[in-house]
């Protein structure tokens, strides 16, 4: 199973989604390999935003290697779900979408927690610390529920 986590800059929510899965994963049964990307190129090449490599740290969590890149098509070669942070990602990724083949692999990240709901991961890039403790704390809460949905053999 390969997963990918995207946001529109690939600096905060998608490196922290990136890193707090791949970090339950390794204390899970399932294995899978977990990515990230974002959905514009305004910081491709550019390592995660300081605040969130400063709250992953305060959690035990090091995405220090990230460095940020754009998702392409090829990504929907490459995995088997892209989970998108907001609407507007999720439309985003939907428009590279090449068929429905593409577009069953995208999903909202926050629907494992309240399918249909259509709630959003908030982006922390104007607000304070705090602002990335709670994107960390609700990444986290739908990162427990996806690795329960993997071990439990739901996602597909």
Known sequence: MKILMVCLGNICRSPL????????????????????????????GEMADPRSIEVARKF???ITDHRSRQITRRDFDQFDLIYA???????????????ESDLAKVRLFLDVIEPGGMLEVPDPY???????????????KASDAIVDELENNIIK
């Open 60 to 62: 035990g969590i090091d």
């Open 17 to 44: 989604a990136e890193g707090i899965l791949r970090s339950k994963l390794q204390k899970s049964e399932f294995k899978a390999m977990v990515d990230s990307a974002g959905t514009s190129s305004y910081h491709v």
């Open 126 to 140: 104007y607000s304070g610390k705090d602002g990335f403790v709670n994107v960390f704390r609700l990444i986290e």
């Open 85 to 99: 942070m907001d609407n507007s990602n999720f439309r985003n990724i939907c428009n590279l979408a090449r068929n």
